[in-house]
């Protein structure tokens, strides 16, 4: 069965660095989307992406925030400069698009910022 | 904007007991409404959805929901509950994207816990 993955599973940072998450959508989705969830809080919205442009990002999602598709496969979610907020579950999704399709998860990778 | 309220934020049940976790959203017009469960170190696994028809649906594991527009919610259920079952549950609405992709956006989830 198709399935979304994401590497790492767990990502230790210090403040102020860069790190890249990556995410392997399922291969004949369309639209490409990052959730996170800050723990013992609610899973977010943050990005949706579709035919290599952001259609639609979250008040979380700023300037520190980027998204790239830098392959056929690859789906990643970049922060700049890590803030101590940042710490997190980040989910990686993908779905056919339509309403009515279901949006396929992956398993999440924690980020702690330090 | 749509939101989604989880009203209980840990429920116990026995093994063998029946379950309800409650659900209510708030949306413009007709939702798509889902049921996730998250286990422990997991992502999340779709349990069922609503897109429309039959107001009353069937998932897996055994769960199903009612959707109940005149009160705005859409409670999962179960007759008989496994240890399992014990996870994070997380209700989501659906908004349509311009362009064709779409937004959910969670509850706070249910942290259930089975005794047994």
């Known amino acids: 069965e198709p399935e979304v993955t994401q590497t790492p599973s767990h990502q230790v940072t210090q403040m102020g660095q860069e790190v890249i998450l990556r995410c392997v959508p399922i291969?004949?989705?369309?639209?490409f989307y990052w959730y996170r969830q800050i723990l013992g809080q609610k899973v977010e919205f943050l990005v949706s992406?579709?035919?290599?442009?952001?259609?639609?990002k979250s008040e979380i999602f700023d300037d520190q925030f980027s998204v790239e598709r830098p392959d056929g496969s690859n789906f990643t979610l970049k922060i700049r400069s890590t803030k101590l907020e940042d710490s997190a579950m980040y989910f990686c999704a993908s779905d056919k698009g339509g309403g009515d399709n279901e949006q396929f998860f992956g398993p999440g990778t924690r980020l702690t910022v330090l | 904007a749509q939101s989604v309220t989880q009203p209980d934020i840990h429920i116990t049940v026995s093994e063998g007991a029946s379950l309800e976790l409650r659900c209510n959203y708030s949306?413009?017009?007709?939702?798509?409404l889902f049921w996730y469960v998250q286990s422990p170190g997991q992502g999340l696994q779709l349990l069922l959805k609503?897109?429309?028809?039959?107001?009353l649906v069937q998932g897996i594991k055994g769960f199903e929901a009612e959707f109940k527009r005149s009160q705005s919610s859409f409670n999962l259920r179960k007759p008989s509950v496994h240890w399992s079952d014990a996870a994070e549950y997380f209700c989501?609405?659906?908004?349509?994207?311009?362009?064709?992709?779409?937004?959910?956006?969670f509850g706070t989830g249910t942290q259930l816990k089975v005794e047994l």
């Open positions: 989501a609405v659906v908004r349509g994207l311009t362009g064709g992709g779409n937004k959910l956006t």
């Open positions: 992406f579709y035919n290599n442009e952001i259609s639609e």
């Open positions: 291969s004949n989705h369309l639209y």
């Open positions: 949306y413009g017009a007709t939702p798509y």
């Open positions: 609503y897109f429309s028809g039959d107001t």
